[in-house]
Each structure stands twice: as structure tokens, then as C-alpha cells.
């Protein structure tokens, strides 16, 4: 099946440090990957949908200048959190969508902001 | 109300025991549907597509009620492997083939 790497796996930052988060497709070209945030206990809930060469649909209640992200490529899409919180700790994951539609995720980054 | 609803949680049952998952959605024009499940701090890995016509895949069967707007998943001998978060996932095309995950309904399969 197709694969969707994220890198970094796990991150600690200080609070107000910048932290990026890199999402690749391996396989396959994917023109839209999606962001996603998950607290604990909690579903997934969809930021933004981030499309190759265009600017990052933003959901409500996402701040786009927060959360910045780029598709530069058709394999890799970036989101950066910047002067990251306490409270921007969460578990992030992207997704890719494949030839039938289905979502192919990644396997996450857990943000840690101290 | 919240655009894709699932039973609430959690689901202790027996090993071998036959348990049933529902969820269901709010917007009509939801074209695509999927079951995925989610371990313990990890990412959501695809169980299943939903079809109309139904799907079976080994011991797992989605179905499908557009008139109902309806979405169900039967897990059959259960085993200790299925213990896992479960969810369910619609495509909304008509905004730009936006998902909408469910809130999760927690399985665990007890010896």
C-alpha cells in the first residue's frame, strides 16, 4: 500500500520556538494532503487541507498564521507551528489521499512545548 | 449536531464474540465512506471502504444505508489483535473532499 512518512517523530521545544514538520508521500504523488491534530482521548480534527502550489485551506478556528504550511511539491507538504505553546501539544498527522479516495496517514509527530 | 456520530464507547467483549459498530452522518451529500482503526498512539490505519452494496473482508463486513444515512461495521470472532479504536470517516466532496472523522468507538476484546 502506499506510504506517507512524517518527520520528526516526537519533538520537545521550548515555548516560542518554531517547530516544522515535514510530510512525504513515497510512493505516490499526492496533489492534496491534509493536516490533522489529535489531544488526547480525543478524534482527530482536520486544520487544513494543503494543496500543491496553491495557498492551505484553513479550517474554522485554525489560525493560518500559527499554523503555516506549505505543498511545494507533489510529495511533500511542511506545517510549521510557530512560536509554539503549552497549549499547541498534541499529536499531528497528515494524511494523502489515494487513487480510490482512500486517506493515507502518517505516523505522526508527537509535539511536546515546554 | 455533529456531522458523523458513532456509538459511544468502550466495547468489552469476549474473545470470539461478534460486536457491531454504527455511525452515522448528517450531510447527504457525502459520497465516499471508510472504516479505519486507530491503536493506542499511533495513526489511523484503513480497515475498510463502504460500499452500497456492502463489503465483506474476512471477518470484518461495512455496510451502507444512504437512506438512513447509516454506516455499520460487524467484527465477527472477535479476537485480542482487534482491540483498537475504531472510526468512521466521510468525504464530503462538495467542500472540497473534506473528511469528517467520527469520534472513535473503543473495542476491547477481553481473553
Known amino acids: 500500500g502506499a506510504v506517507v512518512s512524517q518527520h520528526p517523530s516526537r519533538v520537545i521545544c521550548k515555548s516560542g520556538t518554531s517547530v516544522k514538520i515535514e510530510c512525504r508521500s513515497l510512493?505516490?504523488?499526492?496533489?492534496?494532503m491534509f493536516w490533522y491534530r489529535q489531544f488526547p482521548k480525543q478524534s482527530l480534527m482536520l486544520m487544513a487541507t494543503?494543496?500543491?502550489?496553491?495557498?492551505?485551506?484553513?479550517e474554522q478556528g485554525v489560525e493560518k498564521d500559527k499554523f503555516l504550511i506549505n505543498h511545494a511539491s507533489l510529495t511533500l507538504s511542511t506545517l510549521t507551528v510557530t512560536s509554539a505553546h503549552p497549549e499547541d501539544s498534541s499529536f499531528y498527522i497528515c494524511?494523502?489521499?489515494?487513487?480510490?479516495?482512500?486517506?493515507?496517514f502518517g505516523p505522526g509527530t508527537r509535539l511536546t512545548v515546554l | 449536531r455533529k456531522e458523523v456520530e458513532q456509538d459511544p464507547g468502550p466495547f468489552n467483549v469476549p474473545e470470539g464474540a461478534t460486536v457491531a459498530f454504527n455511525c452515522t452522518y448528517s450531510?447527504?451529500?457525502?459520497?465516499?465512506f471508510f472504516w479505519y482503526r486507530q491503536d493506542c498512539r499511533k495513526e489511523p490505519k484503513l480497515l475498510m471502504s463502504?460500499?452500497?452494496s456492502g463489503n465483506e473482508d474476512g471477518r470484518f463486513t461495512a455496510q451502507l444505508n444512504r437512506a438512513s444515512q447509516y454506516i455499520s461495521l460487524l467484527i465477527r470472532d472477535s479476537k485480542l489483535s482487534d482491540s483498537a479504536t475504531y472510526l468512521c470517516?466521510?468525504?464530503?466532496?462538495?467542500?472540497?473532499?473534506?473528511?469528517?472523522f467520527g469520534q472513535g468507538t473503543e473495542l476491547s476484546v477481553k481473553p
Open positions: 494524511s494523502a489521499t489515494g487513487a480510490y479516495n482512500e486517506q493515507f
Open positions: 510512493d505516490f504523488q499526492a496533489t492534496t
Open positions: 494543503s494543496n500543491e502550489g496553491s495557498k492551505a485551506t484553513y
Open positions: 450531510n447527504s451529500a457525502s459520497q465516499s
Open positions: 463502504v460500499y452500497s
Open positions: 470517516v466521510v468525504i464530503l466532496y462538495n467542500q472540497g473532499g473534506k473528511l469528517i
